[in-house]
C-alpha cells in the first residue's frame, strides 16, 4: 500500500503545526510511509499523520483502534479492574464491522451499550489517543506508585521518569501496530 504525506494533507486534517513547520519538515513533494517514520517528530505525531493525514484505508484504521481499545482493557485488567462485558463485546463488533460483517446498527447499538466501549468504534484517532492514554496512566500509575512508596522526595523523579517511559512505551506499541497493519495491507 503506498502512503503519501504531503503538507496539504496534513493541512486539511489539522495539523497542529503552522505552515513554516510544515513546509520545514515536509518536503514540497511529500514523503512515503518511511520517510515519514524517519521524520524528526514525536511518535504521537507520526501516529497521529497516519490516522489522520496519510490516507490510510477506514479499515485499517477501525482494526488498529479496536487493537488499542483491547490494550486499555487489558491494561485495566491488569491493575485488578476488570472493564465491563460490554466494552469488549463492542469492540467484537467493531472489528465485525471492519471486515464488513457487521451493520452500522450493531455497531452503533454494541457502542451505545457502554461509554468505555465507545472508543472503540469513534474515529480512530480518538480511540488510539484514549487507549494509549489509559495504557499509559495505569502503568505509569504502578510504577510512580511503586516509586513514591519506596522513597521520599527523591522519587517523583523516578515516578515522572516511569511515567514518561510508560506513554512512550504506549505511543511506540500502538505506532508499530498500525505500521505493521499498513504494511500488510493488501491493495
Not at 503545526?17 to 514525536?42: F, H, K, M, R, S
Not at 484504521?61 to 462485558?85: F, I, M, S, T
Not at 472489528?95 to 472503540?120: H, I, K, P, Q, V
Not at 487507549?131 to 511503586?146: K, M, T
Request: overall charge negative.
Amino acid at each position: 500500500m503506498e502512503i503519501r504525506i504531503t503538507r496539504e494533507s496534513l493541512r486539511l486534517a489539522g495539523a497542529c503545526y503552522d505552515d513554516g513547520q510544515i513546509d520545514a519538515i515536509i518536503p514540497e513533494t511529500g514523503v512515503n510511509l518511511d520517510e515519514g517514520l524517519a521524520l524528526d517528530v514525536p511518535t504521537e505525531d507520526k501516529h497521529w499523520v497516519l490516522c489522520c493525514a496519510a490516507g490510510v484505508p477506514d479499515r485499517i484504521l477501525r482494526e488498529h483502534a479496536c487493537w488499542c481499545a483491547r490494550q486499555a482493557l487489558n491494561a485495566e485488567r491488569a491493575v485488578g479492574r476488570e472493564p465491563d462485558q460490554r466494552s469488549w463485546h463492542a469492540i467484537e463488533v467493531a472489528e465485525r464491522f471492519a471486515r464488513g460483517e457487521a451493520t452500522r446498527d450493531e455497531l452503533a447499538a454494541a457502542s451505545d451499550a457502554s461509554d468505555a466501549a465507545r472508543a472503540a468504534s469513534y474515529a480512530a484517532s480518538y480511540a488510539a489517543s484514549a487507549a494509549a492514554w489509559a495504557a499509559a496512566r495505569d502503568a505509569a500509575w504502578a510504577a510512580s506508585y511503586a516509586a513514591r512508596a519506596a522513597a521520599s522526595y527523591a522519587s517523583y523523579a523516578a515516578s515522572d521518569a516511569a511515567w514518561a517511559a510508560a506513554w512512550a512505551a504506549a505511543w511506540d506499541k500502538q505506532l508499530a501496530d498500525l505500521v505493521a497493519r499498513i504494511r500488510n495491507a493488501k491493495e
